[in-house]
């Protein structure tokens, strides 16, 4: 099994309403904070060793199911 | 003659709105079956609603499970035959996710569910989803939803802009601001069409609004058009 | 250097306790068997506190069909319908992570609902809090607003209404709780009960985790103080959609005769579903836990048993009909597994690993739990406060007091919580949130159920009888004036700590104020539930009963009333008798003097029902407003029908009192001038006219109608911002 | 500024009911995968350059308002 975490985050311009919010509730606590980003992530085990059929899988994941290329992009790191 | 109006609802697993247009479609007279996610052959049906709910409890994104059940292959099928397609709520969602409809939907502006009646104004009639509307018009029909925030990438929005928006969210008296806008969505974008008019999508929920009881009738017209546009008609 | 204390005690058993337990078992009890009964002879399971108490309610009707004791109540509806209703605290779980424990509450009270063969098609949430100027009573009522929004949204079961006040006394201790109610065919009544030796138990559902271990135990039976971090990890996630494929499931299964008997998993899990359907057939049960679907394959047998895992159902089943259950099981895509048979005899045996880790007399579980009649007395500090009234002013600008009322958010507009919620769906609702009592047709009949949760811990706590009586008035008004009459309560008992005599007077005088209510008003209460240890650090809430009535309106009214619906120019009616003296409790000595005194107004037996009888006759002889008076007095009541209708009013009085004070059974009616209202048998008088821009008392002031309306929709929203 | 990457996951123990409809769906489409948990991203600027203490500003908004400590843990990644 190979630990893998996948980063997904809004495509830049569109509009991120978590991020939004989070920033302007972090300025009423007093932090000072320029841009917020919200995305999230997604921790998989695959039943494979090899690091680069492991990134191919997960990257056949991700541009099927995991997101939706319209409107986010995606990262992969190999863990373990 | 006219046969048909045979409506399939499709159900997904955590659909909730599927007995309420099932109960819609009757009232106005089109023969609606409840088909499970798990069926591939829709061919005896004139149309297909994708109703609202939370499909596969909206994890991952809204949609984007419910994408890959099998009835949805069957569903594209139609979609490219011209038959026509309907989803509402998390039934649009899904379209957007299946590549259907152009866009995406994520979490409203304020990041608060919003249940409550909305002003559309009628914007194209050249779907099957406002056909027996009039451009102009304004409906009051409830909006009920997380995810209902219409974004699009730049140039996908322009190509929607001419004549892919069917209805906006607007006030009373049909004028389209940012404060007729509940959830943020992109130029007040509230329902969208495909270039050939038999695929639509949209946030509120028209089923809702068909009975003076429950408070509004206005949801009556975009379902009407949408049985007007099952009519098939045979030898 | 201090040593552990015993197991028993560590799991909130008392030695009394303990050695009943090994008087019942002839032995020690192994550890298994002795987490069975610390969870079951919980307060939480097993009543023992209140039971003693809980009888003098009256639960008899004709059209009572089942009534408390089983996971919900069910009533005759007529023409093969029957309604199952049922209500729940999730207060601790709440407070710990709002979000969660709202949300969970959400799911576990649809679980009693359709245990009973019941869909269930509507909730309320009747919710407490500390004052919103502190910043974590913000995130409490934003979390569980957004943790019922969350399940009940996505389970797919509309969220109907609910109620919500604020006060200090919830600050460390918030309340939740939630109604349910279901609807079914007479035939697909089922009960609790298994029975058929040799049928097959069938865990349905969710995997089992190691979510709130002893939670029910630990969360709901026991005080709060500095420790309650550590009791953190029993926070459990809830998941509307399992929940909602298990639904339909169960209700498949229902529907093609597949159950014999069905429980939900609640408290105390596996072990309190397994002893309570075995108990309640008068047999025994053997349960293998290596069968039990887990989520964390090391858990231990004690674990697998306590665990409070969410979206679990236990239904007995005949062994012919297995194979289908389980089938029906795949297509729903849940997990089905058999996990036990129905044994004669009336020993609930489990098993893990070839071994036998607990062997119990099953009804032992349930039935043989302690009860206690624990000391009760009147508090002395009562009499001082009945000997301190309200003070009250000559006069007074009640244009300006009014302002400062709907500034409140417990008097401001409620939308910023109900809009949060689905209330429209399965297209049933005719009334709904935002008015009094909300209303649902049954489709495909005339008829109609209306509902109203009610509660008033302030009222309580100066008076728990009368407070308790009259929250039971105000409720039956709330679903009167949509035409239904007052045909069923369930309650939830909030209170403190019961091992004080004064909880245990409040506990007791509630429960003698709200039955002698429901007697004057022929309503049964057909369940109900009961929540102590309300109290942290040592600080007790205010004794906090909720009614929840359900009205059955048959027909509805053909045209109902709304609040909506006044016009310019229709009169306005005060029905019911006035009390201008009624001031303890009211909005005006809460909100403008902060004064917590005085003694609330009895309620009436003779009149009170009379009232309600008019306002149903109303509702159904075509009057467009009807709207209960409640503590904020007939000025707040006429100012709601001023903002949702967007038309002014002007409302004359001699006495300034009469605008403000509460009194507990009144209602306004606004009709199209000379209108014959024919009420006779209890007072009526003409109040006021509709119409203008203002909302205007004539010489006692008055305020702009768009100014008004303004501070109430704020009033909520602006705080959470 | 100072770019910060907080990584939010679910504590151990708490069911993910996210990650477990996710896997199922991964696995319907013919992917094999063992466990799938979910977790949220937040991308912060912080306006600071200490990465001493920009890191206590990022663990005090954390422990506040960002993650949820009764049923998450939160790791910071100080980027640049
Ligand atoms: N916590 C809540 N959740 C949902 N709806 C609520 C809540 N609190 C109040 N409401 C709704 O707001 C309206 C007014 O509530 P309330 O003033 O408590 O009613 P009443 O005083 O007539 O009992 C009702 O329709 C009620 O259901
Ligand atoms: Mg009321």
Redesign the pocket.
Known sequence: MTQVRVSITRKDGLSDPEGVATRRALLDLGYDVGEVHFGRIINLEVDDTDEASVRAAVTAMCERLLANPVIEDYSIEVLS | MTIGRRVAVIVFPGSNCERDVAYAMQLLGADPELVWHRETDLSEFDGVILPGGFAHGDYLRTGAIARFSPVMTEVERLADAGTPVLGICNGFQILCEAGLLPGALVANRDLKFICRPVHLRVESTDSVLTRAATVGDVLRIPLNSFEGNYVAPAPVLDDLENGGVVLRYSDADGSVSDAANPNGSLNNIAGIANGGGNVAGLMPHPERAIETVLGSTDGRILLESFVASLDRVTA | MTTEAPAHIQLGMTDAEYDAVVDILGREPRPAELAMYSVMWSEHCSYKSSRAWLGRFPTEAPWVVVGPGENAGVVDLGDGWLAALRIESHNHPSFVEPFQGAATGVGGILRDIFTMGARPIAV????RFGPLDDAHNRYLLDGVVSGIAHYGNAVGVP?L????EFSERYSANPLVNVMALGILKQEQLVLSAASGEGNVAILLGASTGRDGIGGASILASASFDESSGAKRPSVQIGDPFEEKKLIEACLELYERGLVVGIQDLGAAGISCATSECAANGGVGMVVDLDDVPLREDDMNAGEILMSESQERMLAIVEPDDVDEVLELAEKWEINGAVIGTVTAGGTLEVRQHGEVVAEVPAASLSEDAPLYRRPAERPEALDRLWADPVDLPAGLDVGETLLRMLDDPAVGD?SW??QQ?DHQLFLNTVIE????G?LLRIKGTTKGLAV?T?GNGRLCFMDPRRGGARIVY?SAL?VAVTGARPFAVVDNLNFGNPEKPEIMWQFIETIEGMSAACEALGVPVIGGNVSFYNETDGVDIFPTPVVGMLGFADPMPGHVPRLDQAEPGMEVWLIGPEDPTDFAGTTYSRVVLDHVGGRPSDVDHTIGPKVVDEAVRLAHAGVPVLH?I?VGGAAVAVAEICFRSGCGARVDSDDWRTLLSAGPHRFLAVVPPGFDLEVTDVPARRIGTMGGNHIDFGRHGRVPLSLAADVWRNAIPRRMG
């Open positions: 309320w949430d009747p919710i969220t209404g609910g109620e919500i409620r919580i109900y919620y949130p935002g008015h009094d909300s109203s009610d105000e709330n209960d409640s």
